[in-house]
Nanobody, 124 residues
């Protein structure tokens, strides 16, 4: 089982990026998925989560209104559209998938599979 995150890069403040997380080896269509991030010198933190169907989402206050999480279960892929990026959004972004929780959850302990991370750097 593998989660492959992609789409990171260097962008100026105010710009946009779209992250993707493609799963292989098994399907996660019945379970929650999420994005987390870790900035240098800081602990990994919750960014956004989506329930099994994609109908319910939740966001960290710091990204609410700027980021949008979505999923395409037919493609076994999850996305994170990031708009109006700020320098404080600079971090390695990790995607995660649960095999126990259908509902959206912000708890890292609820996720069983993790991607390798993709670097997002926002310049001022």
């Amino acid at each position: 089982v593998q989660l492959q995150a992609s789409g990171g890069g260097l962008v100026q403040a105010g710009g946009s990026l779209r992250l993707s997380c493609a799963a292989s080896g098994r399907t996660f269509g019945n379970y929650a998925r999420a994005w987390f991030r870790q900035a240098p010198g800081k602990e990994r933190e919750f960014v956004a989560t989506i329930n099994y169907s994609g109908g319910i989402t939740s966001y960290a206050d710091s990204v609410k209104g700027r980021f949008t999480i979505s999923r395409d279960n037919a493609k076994n892929t999850m996305y994170l559209q990031m708009n109006r990026l700020k320098p404080e959004d600079t971090a390695v972004y990790y995607c995660a998938a649960s095999v126990t929780r259908p509902r959206a959850t912000s708890s890292q302990e609820d996720y069983n599979y993790w991607g390798q991370g993709t670097q997002v750097t926002v310049s001022s």
